[in-house]
């Protein structure tokens, strides 16, 4: 397994709807890490279960840009 490939683990594990919503994620919040609201848009057509599924994933993948924003979250 490469770097890149382990930086996006729970990605790969996305069914094919959902990663293009990870990336459009990922690309918007790595824009501007300050935002407060983030608009984006897909070509295809996702059920909310599929954009639910590609923010878990990209929050597994990328615990830093929550972290270092919004300091330690404490999930129970």
Same mark, same amino acid.
């Given at each position: &397994?490469? /770097?890149?490939?382990? /930086?996006?683990?729970?990605? $790969?594990?996305? %069914?094919?709807?959902?990663? %293009? #919503?990870?990336? *459009? ?6 824009? @501007? &890490?300050? =935002?407060? *609201?983030?608009?984006?848009? #897909?070509? @295809?057509?996702?059920?909310? @279960?599929?954009?639910? $599924? =590609?923010?878990?994933?990209?929050? &597994? @993948?990328? %615990?830093? /840009? ?6 330690? #979250?404490?999930?129970?």
């Amino acid at each position: &397994m490469t /770097l890149k490939e382990s /930086l996006s683990f729970y990605r $790969s594990l996305l %069914p094919k709807h959902s990663k %293009p #919503v990870y990336d *459009c994620l990922y690309r918007e919040i790595k824009k @501007d &890490m300050t =935002a407060l *609201c983030y608009q984006f848009s #897909v070509l @295809d057509k996702v059920t909310l @279960d599929e954009c639910s $599924s =590609a923010y878990l994933a990209l929050i &597994m @993948d990328h %615990p830093e /840009l929550y972290l270092l924003e919004y300091g330690i #979250v404490n999930f129970q």
